[in-house]
């Protein structure tokens, strides 16, 4: 148990950015599920709208330090890799 009070205020600030990177977890996690089933399904026209959703996420995900900035764009490169493919 936290004993100095800025212990004590750590643990209120940890709890409360907890919730917000569960938040932007998991609006992650559902664009890039989203964006994966259309593209394992082969439907380029849904990813594609898709797609500025799944930036759109990644890009706050970087501005609230969730995410670097490089993770966030190899994500973005291996999503329009992957809908490249299917065009072929």
């Known amino acids: 148990m936290a004993i100095t009070s800025s212990a004590k ?3 209120r600030v940890a709890k409360r ?4 990177n569960l938040r932007r ?3 992650i996690e559902k664009q890039i ?3 994966r089933r259309l593209v394992t399904a082969k439907n380029k ?3 594609e709208k898709v797609i500025p959703q799944l930036y759109k996420a990644l890009d706050k995900a970087v501005k609230t ?3 670097k900035a490089n993770t966030s764009a190899r994500l973005k490169s291996r999503a329009m890799k992957a ?5 072929k």
């Open 9 to 11: 205020k750590a643990i």
């Open 17 to 20: 950015k907890r919730v917000f």
């Open 25 to 27: 977890k998991n609006e």
């Open 33 to 35: 599920k989203a964006f």
């Open 45 to 47: 026209a849904e990813a």
């Open 65 to 67: 330090k969730y995410l």
């Open 83 to 87: 809908l490249a493919k299917i065009g």
